[in-house]
């Protein structure tokens, strides 16, 4: 897999670590709980097929992180998604895809909009065969050149127009879910809806830039076919779920006792992840002890 500067920046502050992958011991949580658990593709640097065979007998979904377009080797081949569907099928497995990052759907320059438009179809199409779950797209608030948009109108019109143009060129707007970034899920709800789309809220980023996360859980985490969940620590967000509070740790285990959708722990470390599923076993430790016993009979 591809990363950015940022990315591998995110990959190397996650903590102490041991001295040895070796020393890693990742816990088996295959259906332990009522929502599909999913990490990304790439907690290690190695090949796709390396990290699916590394972590695929843990859990129920991976996330095939398709991040960037800068390089072609982030857009699988056929062959890898030959190998992939094998793999699905031998350790019982299902995926779903975080579509590139790097499109910028609400920029002013039409042909650039067409340019990115034609980017997600490419990598829509490639990955169909691998029957995704769900599509996770992200919609930058900046345009292409980096500049944040002043005219967030003018922005909902062009990214509404993108995403009918997508639509029209063969996106399944019901297998697609759009994220939270910087804001929250609410300034996407009104052409959500209009166009029969899906949300994947992003516990990690409402952390990272303050939201009020209980007020979002309450109305946003329903309705939502995938959680991104990840710890921030010192303004770095996509760490291990170690790194956040527990006050906050609290109020998130109290509500996935009943969430049946699709959760991805989005770290970029074998390291995170063994931290974070080892905090999530806990929920299952502390939910059984607190069921009441079944009666005899």
């Avoid at 995110?10 to 001295?19: H, I």
């Avoid at 056929?78 to 992939?84: A, V």
């Avoid at 209009?194 to 830039?209: A, E, F, P, Q």
Wanted: hydrophobic fraction near 40%.
């Amino acid at each position: 897999m591809v990363f950015s500067r940022q990315k591998r920046k995110r990959m190397n502050t996650s903590g102490l670590r041991p001295k040895s992958r070796k020393c890693v011991r990742l816990p088996f949580l295959k259906g332990a709980f009522p929502f599909r658990l999913s990490t990304t593709s790439c907690v290690i640097p190695e090949s796709l097929l390396a990290n699916l065979l590394l972590i695929g007998p843990h859990l129920d979904e991976v996330e095939l992180v398709l991040f960037e377009t800068s390089k072609e080797t982030n857009l699988p081949s056929l062959q890898d998604i030959r190998d992939m569907r094998q793999v699905a099928e031998d350790l019982n497995i299902t995926y779903n895809v975080h579509l590139p990052g790097d499109l910028f759907f609400g920029d002013p320059d039409p042909s650039l909009r067409a340019r990115f438009r034609d980017t997600t179809i490419r990598f829509y199409e490639r990955t169909l065969p691998l029957n995704p779950t769900l599509y996770i797209l992200h919609l930058d608030s900046r345009r292409a050149s980096g500049l944040v948009e002043p005219d967030l109108h003018a922005w909902a019109d062009r990214m509404e127009e993108s995403l009918s143009a997508l639509v029209k060129d063969g996106l399944d707007p019901g297998c697609v879910a759009v994220e939270n970034l910087e804001y929250t899920l609410d300034k996407l709800m009104p052409f959500v809806e209009r166009m029969g789309l899906k949300t994947c809220l992003d516990i990690g980023h409402l952390i990272l830039y303050g939201h009020d996360l209980r007020a979002q859980l309450d109305r946003h985490l329903s309705q939502s076919a995938m959680i991104h969940l990840h710890g921030v620590r010192e303004g770095v967000d996509h760490l291990g779920v170690q790194w956040i509070s527990s006050g906050d740790w609290e109020m998130i285990g109290s509500v996935l006792s009943d969430y049946t959708g699709g959760l991805s722990i989005e770290i970029f470390s074998i390291y995170d992840l063994a931290a974070s599923f080892n905090r999530l076993k806990k929920i299952i430790r502390t939910k059984a002890m607190t069921s009441p016993s079944t009666p005899n009979t």
